[in-house]
C-alpha cells in the first residue's frame, strides 16, 4: 500500500502566464520570435559568436520585465501556494511569480535576473540592471565567459529532473494545472495524459502540442481573466477531498 501524503497541487506555467502583465511570449505572430531569430538570441551551440545580440536582447527583456507587474494569475498561484502542497515550475524566465508572493518557483529554464560564467560557475543577481560589453566575473574575471542565467536550445536544463520527480507518482487525489504553454519546448502532456489526477488546462487557444481531450477542464482565454475560474475548480477539488475525509 502506499504511504499516506498530503495531495499534491502542480501547477505548470509557459510564456502566456505572463502575456496579461505586458510580457510577449515567444510564439505569437506578434511574439519575440517575429522580430528576433531564436537561432541567434537562445542557441546554446552558437552564443558565444552573437555575444553583442544576446547582450542587447535579454537587457531590453530585463527591461521590459521591470516596467510589467504580476496579474491576477500569478496572484492566484501564489495564494494556492499558501493553501496547498504546491509545486510551481515554470518555463518563464520573467520573475512575477515571486513578485506575486510565491515563495518557491522552480524556474526550469533559468531566470533573467541572473547571470552566470561557464568559466568558474559563478551565478550572481543582476536585477533590471543593463549588462554591459565589459562586465566581467566577480570570481574570475572572465568576460567571455559571462552569460544570461538561461537555458538555451540544445542546452541540458538542470531543473528537468525535478520536474520529472514532480510529474512521478501522481494520485488521484493530486491536482495539475496548466497555464499558457504551447507545448512545443516541454511536451507536458506527455507527462500527464495517463496520471489519474485532476488535470486543468488554460491556453489562449487550443494547440498543436496540447491536446485537451487529457484535460478534464480546457478553459481557453487570458490566463488573468479565467483566474477566478481556475481558483474555483483547483478549491472546489481540494474541499471535496477534505469533505471526503472528513465524512
Ligand atoms: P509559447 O510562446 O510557446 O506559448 C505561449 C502559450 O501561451 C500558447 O499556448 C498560448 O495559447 C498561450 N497564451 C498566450 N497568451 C495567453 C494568455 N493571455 N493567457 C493564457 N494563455 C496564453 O510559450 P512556452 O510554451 O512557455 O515556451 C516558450 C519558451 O520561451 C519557454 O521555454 C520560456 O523559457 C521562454 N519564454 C519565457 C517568457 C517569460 O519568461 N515570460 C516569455 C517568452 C518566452
Ligand atoms: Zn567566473
Known sequence: MKPNREPKLIVFTGAGLSADSGIPTFRAD????ADHDVNVVANG?????????????????????????PNDAHRTIAKWESLY??????????NLLERAGCANVIHLHGELTKMKCVACGNVWDIEYNQVQEEDRCGKCNSLKGTRPYIV????PAPNYAKMHATFKDLRKED??????????????DAHIYDKP??????????????NEAYYDHALFGRASLLSKELDIIVERHFNNLRSNLHA
Open 85 to 94: 502542497n504546491t509545486t510551481i515550475l515554470t518555463q518563464n524566465i520573467d
Open 197 to 210: 489526477c485532476l488535470k486543468v488546462l488554460n491556453n489562449l487557444e487550443p494547440r498543436r502540442g496540447i
Open 175 to 188: 491536482c495539475v494545472v496548466v497555464i499558457g504553454t504551447s507545448g512545443e519546448v516541454i511536451s507536458v
Open 152 to 155: 538555451f536550445f540544445h542546452e
Open 45 to 69: 551551440m552558437t552564443w558565444r559568436n552573437h555575444r553583442e545580440t544576446i547582450r542587447k536582447f535579454y537587457n531590453d527583456r530585463r527591461d521590459n520585465l521591470a516596467s510589467v507587474e
Open 30 to 33: 506578434t511574439g519575440l520570435w
